[in-house]
């Protein structure tokens, strides 16, 4: 539909960060998630991500994180590591520490905690990209860092070679629409959608690929989306996520009023790999809870009925 | 799609009220939008929406453009009212005005201006709907009433038969998801998307019909994306849409940052209806602005690049 | 401590509404309310506020309160009439209609449910001040209409004078403290605060007087909390502000989780005049329900501990 | 006012972090800053507050800080740290480095970046509290972490043991005051107000003291202002914190539009210091722009109104 080749593209999973019942990086299991999404056909993995409890590991335990998933994914899939900080100077501190630790791209969100300025939101970019030689992508997730990247920002960075491309998770479509159309010449440019429950339509406005945190869980299912999108069966793309949305409900496992959002979303996420025998346990990073067994049940049964073999 | 049928479909534009240079409605011209909106194809109409300026209309202001509009319309498509009000009793005397003045539904909101919680909007509906015996939709639009209306509140309204359909202008493309899903298997229940930019992806998510600002401007373009969709022809309804994308540029035409996002959407549809020669002024309801002669050439070029005749 | 002499002065309750079981203004009790303020020595009464239920009540009865709350007043304190609706058009014709009715002087909001500029929020005040022969007070009150009104645009209006002074309701202090100090030195300005919590500190930062929504259950200790501040006696002013914070814990007397804000709140004012024998019913306006017994009982225990005579 | 001997009080300044030309921390204009605010009488230091750039900080660069400070305080006052980082085990990353870097207490905010929850939050705060073996404040900020405080969340983990204070900027000012009123009897509590433009409103409130910003430029001033309130002398007070509210203008400096309001508000604080000659630059902290010469001269301008001596 574009006259790109995007960067990157598919099912780019955000991969959960396993814990030990220590609460320490599990590398097996993490090993094992990284293998049953390369199973599943994904095309990239997405280490760091808010799905990677990113906002929850010390910079050792990222380092960790990276070096694994780098190392299990053996170059077959690029890896993008999230460069997830605050400001300026300590994203490029992460973004070069991925830089090193083999990621082949970088992600980075605008400075967050601080108030901040469409002047600095773009030299932030800039300055990230300056000092780290690799492909950088903006990570639009207003409900995080509390701005939006709208395209009169992006599409100048894009156009500049600072980014290459963009993951959306802001829900503003209209937003995602118009950078759609806008990066529509810009060669090499990877729009990616972060919105798991319309992935069909943000690909019909104009995605290369998709971002989402239910992929850890049934990414065999994203990819079917995804390839009935590229070959323009929209009905069975429609079908396949009208799936997952029933899947999706996992995230509401968690007892009402009981836990986060993150808590009950990346929880259920854990808690069904487990479920599938891809990871140990579902322990969360503190201060969020694990789920507990009558939660659990809640996900086996979700899972079941959406005809995965628990 | 759905086993349904709905009740409203196609194309539903919110329609806009003209003013004369004194601020009073200008009949003949809202008779002529009308009359442009009908020759377009639509399949309804929505008088006293937001971007009909529901909002700035006296009572009296109100029953007037009731009344031209379901005149105009003469029962060639159904005339969806707005009753958009912050509390119950008064939506209530809104909806019952629409009820005499021959509306074929009503649309009303959450509770504004007060805070307001579920137990109580849902109240707000079944209290509406019992007192007006006319359909009912729901009106979701957070940006005006800061409340959000979930599938987990609107799916039992739509059960029990209180609400006869939704408009969403929620921007949330996950919940509309959820809610068409949800609203599959209820025979006439109509789910409107109010999402000018992505009707399609809308479309594909599950809409039935569309209630687009700019459909004022262009209801053909509008009228050949939905009939597009329908027949499962996603890719013209994609080129469509992304015209239309293109189009909606009209509404930056207001110099950054002497007016609001309403005075500068609203006033560019009006502008554009003037330049197409349907409606006689561009005049604003106080205190908004109208747009300048500066800001209407802007206009006039935008449309001419989209193929308007102007 | 300032060198003007303000028009509106003292504890400025803004009036509940009593209702009939029915639903219907309980203009006996209403009379009561205004009797039991005046008794308490309050120095202005503010119909048709937020606590007044302004945004549940239609034109109708809206009319019925001001007609009522003015008899009742019989000249012997100014009455200031809430003109709260959306827009210009609509503000201006209840301003009119509280005119015709007596009202002393109005009170407007931005505009909202339509997001507007800080220029359409200037010329609202403006048209609005132009068309009613009244004083008018501008009441900024965010968490109702999403915007603020800061003292930028405040004081050129009040330099001007459109605006004859603000109710504060905002939550803004550093913001009010500037308005303050900006406005010291125009005659006749009267500058209110609405925070019920902090009159005392609020006098200090330069108020002129409190629209405090508690002030309808125990209006002396408010009168006795103004004066001791205005003699500059900060202890005594405290310590009566302490007593009414613990007396504002009614407003906890709804189970959580169960009403809005609004309706724990104004129910519970309601509740507790019932309780003093001032009003007949704690009945609420639609879509909010009226506390139950074990909620009044609540309400009791803490009007006793509070030292008020149920 | 209290039963309490609050661990904390007096004028406490979020330390400015003052940097070369080259960006680096310039720890001699570092060094003389905290000998002009022990100058100034001021009851102890807040190192990487926001107002210290802390979020623009690295780890490294946040070591270098703690570690000028406590040197040049020397134990004069007490050092409080800030562990300001997105969750718990950064969190106590950070506080273990500031205890081992001499500080004498730390402060945490609720999580941000990520969503969550009450329980959540309370475990943040006992989580650190246990890992770390100092004093720790919590830091109420919702401004930067878009989660507020509630005295119902505070109060229980102060009666626990667990916080030792409260470091108010929450804006708040009713919950302030319910806080202080439940805090009355916990001995060593110490309940801090960021709230420069209002510290005497917020004395008479219940504070203990003050974290201003603007204490960096003009610490002789909020220390009268404090004695004048603990001695019960609200006039002068009043009139001190008048005159700092003129001081504080400095922060509209800026051009409008141009930087973000922290951009506008540190680099004026740095500006300032820089023209009483206690700072060597004005340089800001990546993305955030510093003020140019004409900014600066407005600064001047506005130092020279205020009577301190450029």
């Known amino acids: 539909m574009t006259a790109r080749t995007p960067l990157y593209s598919g099912v780019i999973p955000p991969v959960v960060t396993p814990l030990t019942a220590d609460g320490d990086i599990d590398r097996a299991s993490l090993e094992r998630v990284v293998g049953h999404l390369l199973d599943g056909g994904v095309g990239g993995l997405f280490a760091l991500g808010s799905s990677g409890e990113t906002a929850y590991l010390t910079p050792t335990q990222q380092d960790e994180v990276i070096e694994v998933i780098t190392g299990a994914a053996a170059g077959q899939v690029p890896v993008i590591v999230g460069a997830i900080e605050t400001t300026t100077n300590r994203a490029i501190e ?3 520490a991925a830089a090193g ?7 980075a969100t605008a400075p967050f905690y601080t108030r901040t300025h469409g002047s600095e939101i773009d030299r932030h970019f800039r300055d990230i990209a300056a000092a780290v030689d690799l492909p ?7 409900v995080c860092v509390h701005s939006k990247l709208d395209p ?7 156009a500049d070679g600072v980014i290459a491309g963009v993951k959306d998770s802001s829900g503003d479509d209209g937003s995602f629409r118009r950078l759609a159309i806008g990066a529509r010449e810009l060669p090499g440019f990877s729009l990616l959608t972060g919105h798991e429950l319309v992935v069909d339509a943000m690909m019909l406005s104009g995605a290369d690929g998709s971002v989402p945190g239910l992929g850890n869980v049934d990414p065999h299912g994203y990819v079917r989306l995804y390839e009935a999108a590229v070959r323009g069966d929209w009905e069975t793309a429609k079908a396949e996520q009208d799936r997952l949305v029933a899947l999706f409900d996992i995230i509401r496992a968690a007892r009402p009023g009981t836990a986060s959002a993150t808590a009950a979303g990346l929880g259920a996420f854990k808690t069904a790999l487990m479920l599938l025998g891809v990871i140990t346990t579902n322990v969360m990073s503190p201060p969020m809870r694990s789920l507990d067994a009558e939660e659990t049940a809640t996900i086996a049964a979700c899972l079941k009925r959406a005809g ?3």
């Open 94 to 96: 992460r973004a070069g």
């Open 308 to 310: 995965l073999d628990v």
């Open 136 to 142: 950088l992508l903006a990570y639009d997730v207003p």
């Open 152 to 158: 009169e920002l992006l599409l100048p960075l894009a």
């Open 101 to 107: 630790l083999g990621a082949d791209a970088v992600v």
